[in-house]
């Protein structure tokens, strides 16, 4: 993890463990006194067991996640041999009883502290709880990272339908992404389990909204065409049944030791879905003093579409025949039904391509490149003034406020955020976005959008 700057001055120290797991339900298998860092950690446990990772007294677990799916054993599988830059799964090869589920597990993820780190097993009573902890020790904390590991833990023994987002990790604060392993049992058999749309990470939301799509899941992971049983350090799929084409399961991870992915008030990470059991462990770091940063006022908006588009700009800046406000549910133009959908952002975003994700893949006889869609919303504001609408998207968009066209956007170089003026009466106001989907290269299909209303009045923030 090169974003992890430790002292170079230490004392290396190990803590061991050899015990059960008591009544209370709880073993510690290390208590450590800073400032310091655990560089390796070598666990030997029950298979029912959850790891807990406390540092620096902060007001929850950091890492609070069942052992096997941390360490890349995912659905309750027999465990299987994983070799990655972030840990190793050994399993152990006695055809015995007594010691099945019980394979080596390996941490290299650093774990630095200032103060404190406390690393405990929960589980049933008389689980093992053995380990050895290899840390490093230091003179003083001025030079100690000021990064913290956090996990985040997912499973759903059905996701949502194709056409959705399975949620890997919501995270908030300032800090840098380290890895994802996701493990998938294919349930849904009408198309490949790769063909979902990819990852999606949708990036501070309150200071600097930007955008990082996936191609596909095979894709995200380094893979094409599908997964191969191979692990490097970095990228692999340690465990993989392929049945046939529709009837595949497998694991796989990715750690972004070279390629870190910074953050610095949130992210939001997550995946297609399409009805399969999902399981998934996010690994990030993020500053143990969070930084204060504007909140973001929630919208719900109408969402209305898709629309085949025009190939010019000037044909894409008229506007569709559409229902006076309020829109109803549906309504019939050019021979087809148009739904509405009602979506409220989430920090501020909007995701059109999980919305419309069905007829939106390109192996789908349907494909949403070369369309267009209406977001719709009405505010009602206590005060008047002069205000910016921040909008971040990309290809093109026409933008209405209160009737009036107030911005024709082309951001057809990928996301970009523009700041619209506009004026907001007392009482009722609306605004209505044309956006589009094209196949630019430089884009890949992001068709996600952010909006914000921030007040000129200096002070007044990100807010209605």
């Known amino acids: 993890m090169p974003m992890i700057q430790l002292p170079a001055r230490f004392t290396s120290h190990r803590s061991n463990s050899d015990q059960r797991i008591p009544g209370g339900g709880q073993a510690d298998l290390a208590v450590l006194k800073g400032p310091g860092c655990v560089r390796h950690l070598w666990l030997l446990p029950g298979k029912k067991t959850k790891l807990v990772i406390h540092v620096d007294g902060a007001a929850t677990p950091q890492v609070q996640v069942p052992l096997q799916p941390f360490f890349g054993v995912m659905h309750g599988l027999d465990s299987y041999p994983i070799d990655c830059a972030a840990y190793t799964v050994f399993p152990n090869p006695l055809p015995d009883p007594r010691i099945e589920g019980t394979p080596g597990y390996n941490l290299y993820l650093p774990i630095p502290f200032a103060e404190e780190c406390r690393i405990s097993l929960i589980g049933p009573t008389g689980e093992r709880a053995v380990a050895m902890t290899d840390?490093?020790?230091?003179?003083?904390?001025?030079?100690?990272?000021?990064?913290?590991?956090?996990?985040?833990?997912?499973k759903e023994e059905v996701s949502q339908p194709r056409g959705s987002a399975f949620e890997l990790a919501d995270i908030q604060g300032e800090g840098f992404l380290a890895g994802v392993v996701v493990g998938y049992l294919q349930k849904n058999h009408s198309d490949m389990v790769f063909h979902t749309g990819g990852m999606t990470m949708l990036i501070d939301g309150a200071t600097d909204p930007h955008v990082i799509r996936g191609h596909n899941v095979e894709d995200d992971f380094g893979f094409t065409w599908g997964f191969n049983d191979i692990q490097t350090r970095w990228m692999g799929c340690p465990w993989?049944?392929?049945?046939?084409?529709?009837?595949?399961?497998?694991?796989f991870y990715r750690f972004f030791g070279p390629d870190?992915?910074?953050?610095?008030?949130?992210?939001?990470?997550?995946?297609?879905?399409?009805?399969?059991?999902?399981?998934?462990?996010?690994?990030?770091?993020?500053?143990?003093?969070?930084?204060?940063?504007?909140?973001?006022?929630?919208?719900?908006?109408?969402?209305?579409?898709?629309?085949?588009?025009?190939?010019?700009?000037?044909?894409f800046e008229q506007l569709d025949s559409l229902p006076k406000s309020p829109w109803p549910e549906s309504w019939k133009a050019n021979g087809q039904t148009i739904e509405v959908v009602n979506q409220r952002t989430h920090k501020g975003w909007l995701d059109l391509q999980y919305l419309f994700f069905e007829k939106h893949h390109g192996a789908t006889p349907l494909t949403l490149l070369g369309h267009h869609a209406y977001a719709h919303y009405e505010m009602k504001s206590k005060r008047q003034g002069e205000a910016i609408l921040r909008l971040g998207l990309d290809d093109w968009a026409v933008v209405w406020w209160n009737g009036e066209r107030v911005a024709t956007l082309q951001h057809e170089e990928g996301f970009e955020v523009a700041e619209v003026p506009v004026g907001v009466r007392q009482g009722s106001n609306t605004c209505l976005i044309k956006t589009n989907n094209t196949d630019q290269p430089l884009n890949k299909r992001h068709w996600a959008l952010h909006a914000a209303l921030v007040w000129e009045t200096s002070g007044q923030g990100v807010q209605p």
Do not use: C
Not at 135 to 154: E, G, I, K, Q
Not at 240 to 251: A, E, F, M, S, Y
Not at 269 to 290: H, I, L, N, Q, W
């Open 135 to 154: 840390w490093h020790r230091y003179v003083d904390s001025t030079a100690l990272t000021p990064y913290r590991l956090h996990a985040t833990y997912h």
């Open 240 to 251: 993989h049944v392929n049945r046939g084409r529709t009837d595949q399961d497998g694991v």
């Open 260 to 315: 870190p992915i910074a953050f610095s008030d949130s992210m939001l990470f997550k995946t297609g879905s399409r009805g399969d059991s999902m399981e998934s462990v996010v690994y990030d770091y993020r500053m143990a003093t969070p930084t204060s940063v504007a909140s973001i006022q929630e919208w719900q908006w109408n969402i209305a579409g898709p629309f085949p588009t025009e190939v010019s700009l000037e044909g």
